[in-house]
């Protein structure tokens, strides 16, 4: 999955300035600027905006085989315009398939990560300007003294299996085409368990048992932490679908299974454990 790499990822927040060799990420949305025509990921080196006043926002590490890569948020707006005849902003998806993985894994975790800065300005209690707290990765109010912290939210993958077969699922209206699972964010005031049993039930009319915890994958595509969830159909079979959310829900057995590992989601992990009799 994206975020099995081999380096270690640190996110503990440390008020701290860049130095050369440490990235500087930008963001716009959902676009991240990487390098012009190269084959492997490349982002933006302090060392290049030697001469650019802007601040600097530490974001994580990533300790490698070839020591710490820190990696910082600069300020898109302030970036020269001669610096995007080299990078150019690309659209997050990009890290879906381009190498290496722990640049790819460092790309969409900053983006979450700027994103959540850009909308998290102003204080949803009292609506004044936000401060960056010192000593945690948190927005202070100093108005009226609230907390604004990361929002994750959480949300549950579902594979729920038929004997031989696999509920299997395509999203109506979507970009993504492919397979998918039963998924859906867990609702204020329940257990992830009972949005499996409602996300079933919602999207392919089923009720299910035997409901098993098996992985979890922070998800910063949609600023989301991954719960991925085993569980048996109880009763009848028979799928009635959720013709709003999706346009294919219905039984395939192993055999049919695509054979299309990607090493990037929960969502593809976990269809080709079952198509591999490991699940
Ligand atoms: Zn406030």
């Excluded at 790819?104 to 009292?126: D, M, P, S």
């Excluded at 055999?255 to 593809?268: A, K, M, V």
């Amino acid at each position: 999955m994206i975020q099995d790499i081999t380096a270690i990822y640190h996110n503990e927040y440390i008020e701290q300035s860049p130095n050369a060799g440490d990235y500087i990420m930008f963001v716009k949305g959902r676009n991240v600027l990487i390098k012009k025509n190269t084959e492997e990921i490349e982002f933006l080196r302090y060392e290049e905006l030697d001469e650019v006043e802007m601040a600097f926002r530490y974001l994580f590490a990533l300790d490698t085989e070839e020591g710490r890569k820190r990696f910082f948020l600069g300020e898109a707006d302030l970036l020269m315009e001669d610096m995007l005849k080299e990078y150019s902003y690309e659209q997050q998806n990009v890290f879906r398939t381009k190498q290496p993985k722990e640049l790819a894994f460092a790309g969409i975790t900053a983006c979450q990560l700027a994103n959540w800065y850009e909308t998290t300005r102003f204080c949803g209690t009292c609506g004044n300007g936000l401060e960056h707290d010192k000593k945690e990765r948190m927005m202070r109010c100093p108005s009226c003294n609230a907390l604004h912290y990361p929002k994750i939210s959480p949300a549950v993958i579902v594979a729920v299996t038929n004997g031989d077969k696999l509920l299997m699922t395509k999203y109506a209206g979507r970009d993504y085409k492919n397979y998918a699972l039963v998924a859906g964010f867990a609702e204020i005031g329940e257990t992830v368990e009972e949005t499996v049993k409602r996300e079933v039930m919602e999207e392919a009319g089923l009720k299910v048992k035997n409901i098993r915890y098996y992985k979890s994958q922070p998800w910063s595509f949609t600023d989301t932490l991954l719960l991925g969830f085993w569980c048996e159909v109880d009763g009848n079979d028979n799928i009635t679908m959720d013709e709003e959310e999706l346009s294919v829900a219905e039984w395939i057995t192993r055999d049919e299974i695509p054979t299309e590992y990607d090493g990037i989601s929960l969502t593809n992990e976990m269809m080709m454990r079952f198509k591999n009799g490991e699940a």
